[in-house]
């Protein structure tokens, strides 16, 4: 199979590099660190995959549409949108910058790069396009509002595109994790529910993806709760989040 990754550097993109690397697989990463995308790359290739890596920032729209015309010179097996940043605050006001920057990296690059793969991917009539989302884009908690709106914009996307190209025969897949421990969690300083390693949680993203389920949330528990939560009456809701964010120390 021919599968890109963005973000492949580190935390899941990383792992799920490592997890395709086989004969059978030739995999183009991408991101913007050339010392840890390299360090992935050579991981990938002692493990019998053929390797291209791609040193680039996804928020330079320019650059993400000339790589999507250099991708699409060959069939695209499945391509993995990955590369996020979050950014957490405290009880202030969000500021406008970081709305800038994660609405870019984790939402507006996708289509950048997609826009001039995707007509690649419909005259070949197969193909699967899979984004990593999260459970965050489900609930907003004021110490995350351009996190979980950048994701949920992400899923609306991912949903419309679905509609969109199933008739042509390619799969979009949304994946929501809960937390995973990447560099992103390691600056958490709060504790997070239901966190696991990174290697379970790309065990649940790679048997999703091989699965083609086309909206998958995990851990299922917390996805539960927070479904449970939606139903609640407003009034309830605003006293569990203030809780929560009375522990988290907001
Ligand atoms: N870990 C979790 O608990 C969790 C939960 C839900 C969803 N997610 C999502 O999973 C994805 C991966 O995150 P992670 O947890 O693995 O974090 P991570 O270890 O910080 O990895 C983020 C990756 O994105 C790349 N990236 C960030 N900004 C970029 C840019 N402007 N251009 C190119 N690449 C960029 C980084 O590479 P460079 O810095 O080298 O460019 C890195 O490879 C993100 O979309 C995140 O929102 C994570």
Redesign the pocket.
């Known amino acids: 199979m021919r599968i890109v990754i963005?973000?492949?550097?580190?935390?899941?993109?990383?792992a799920l590099a490592l997890h395709y690397a086989t004969k059978e697989n030739q995999l183009i990463l991408?991101?913007?660190?050339e010392d840890?995308?390299n360090d992935v790359a050579s991981r990938c290739r002692n493990k019998g995959a053929e390797v291209e890596t791609i040193i680039?920032?996804?928020?330079d729209f320019e650059r993400m549409r000339e790589i999507a015309e250099h991708l699409g010179e060959q069939p695209i097996d499945r391509i993995i949108l990955?590369?996020?940043?979050?950014v957490g605050h405290g009880g202030g006001i969000t500021p406008f910058e970081d709305f800038e920057r994660l609405f870019k990296?984790?939402f507006l690059s996708v289509h950048a790069l997609l826009e001039p793969i995707i007509p690649k991917l419909m005259e070949q009539k197969s193909g699967e396009i899979v984004f990593?989302?999260?459970?965050?884009s489900l609930f907003t908690m004021p110490t995350s509002i351009a996190y979980s709106s950048s994701?949920r914009a992400l899923n609306a996307y991912a949903e419309g595109l679905h509609h969109q190209l199933c008739p042509h025969g390619i799969t979009v897949m949304t994946i929501m994790?809960?937390?995973?421990e990447?560099?992103?969690?390691q600056k958490n300083q709060f504790e997070m529910p239901f966190f696991m390693s990174t290697e379970e949680g790309i065990k649940r993203i790679t048997e999703a993806i091989e699965r083609k389920k086309i909206r998958y949330a995990f851990p299922f528990r917390f996805y539960l709760m927070i479904r449970i939560v939606l139903l609640f009456p407003q009034s309830l809701r605003d006293k569990i989040v203030h809780f929560t964010n009375f522990k988290k120390g907001a």
Request: no cysteine; hydrophobic share 40%; net charge positive.
């Open positions: 963005t973000g492949a550097s580190s935390g899941l993109g990383e991408i991101a913007r660190r840890r995308l680039a920032d996804v928020n990955n590369a996020g940043v979050s990296t984790n990593i989302s999260s459970l965050a994701k994790p809960g937390f995973i990447s560099e992103m969690t």
